[in-house]
């Protein structure tokens, strides 16, 4: 390997210029992403293998089955649950709870789908209320963007705040060995004032969305939608089995994708639609962009770029005058690249280095609430920065509406704001209590 200026190589150079012009493509959308995603994987296996820094079977390593599994299992029950009319009724109900104010029905729809990211991971959360979102919103005559948008920005804020809200959260628990309960009260207080922030940042940012007044679904009879009771009564009952199994799939060391497919194969039992029906559904363009960035991120990893992040990181944080410092970096650039790439590889990648920080007699308890923080609130950054996202991106896209289609920059013009806001405030509430995240 060709080492130059400062520890870096001609590899990691090489991979970050794939990563940069797959990435270009996508927020460009010159070509569709899922596009950019296939070309952008080919083209790093392809240079790995030439390099040396990655293979075949590293790619196929990088991408992430558990994730994937989760996402077409629970993808496999939205598809199930549309038939019977089960959106609709929900959708009616909630329209009607909001009592005709716009601005009403964003509060709610958030604060449902924050309650349940905390309790669920925010990627299930969101693939049940994405579409439900656009049903209510046509039955509305009003755009879905912006309940779209606060469904995804305040799932993953929300989901910050508790051990299995977020993917990350999960891994840093394990390594850390924090509890469920330890997670909540260091992480709870503090994304509860970045949650309401982003609340208050969206009603400002799409006011004139909300400032129609709208009743015309008031005088609807949300029974009248439901089309098959009986396969509605099946799912829900299927859905209610994999919620249950999340709460302890830890204990019976079972895979949350694994988790998705028993839910799965028990609606298919109960329902047993036409299989070429039922598959035909499945969002597979999304399915494929996801193990395309999976494998694009994987060989930026493996060209040593994360790790060369990380042995500068260890020389700053032994210095515990700096350890303060230290927290905040971590944080707001776990912000950034979480913006930029997927933040499990980015989480995957900081955990050993942090393990290696407290044998070395560093207090790594700081450390690792600023990462939970930065990868959480990252995400928000971007349409791709975390996996809620581009579901509600990719439902904007099922509607076939021009007008309502999400583009990279409109996200960013939106999304952006919310990432650097919530971002200060955490950087100044850890600041001020940093005493509590050090333990003492």
Known sequence: MEATTGGTTTEMYVALG???????LIFTEVIHRTLAAIIGSVA????GMAGGFYSQAGAVAAVDANTMFLLMGMMALVVLLKPTGGFEYLAIRIAKAAKGSPARLLIYLSTTVTLISLVLDNVTTVLVFAPLTVVIARLLGISPVPYLMAAALLSNTGGVATL?????NVMIGSAANIDFNTFLFHMGPIVLVAWVATLLILLVSFRKDLAQKIDEVLDLDETRVLKDMRALIAICFSIAVVVALFFIHHRFHLFPGYVAWVGVAVAL???????????REIDWSLLVFFAGLFIIVGGVEGSGLLDLFGEHLVTVAQDPARLLVTALVIMWISAILSAAVDNIPFTVTMIPIILHLETQGVDVMPLWWALALGVGLGGNGSHIGATANVICVAEAERTRNPEYRITPLFWLKKGTPVMFTTLVICSVLFTIFFDYYRGE
């Not at 794939?18 to 270009?24: N, T």
């Not at 790093?44 to 240079?47: D, E, H, P, Y």
């Not at 299995?164 to 990350?168: E, I, S, T």
């Open 269 to 279: 039992a109960l329902v047993r639609p036409d299989p070429e029906e039922f598959l």
């Open 44 to 47: 790093m296996i392809g240079v």
């Open 18 to 24: 794939i990563l940069v012009a797959a990435y270009a």
């Open 164 to 168: 299995v809200g977020d993917p990350p």
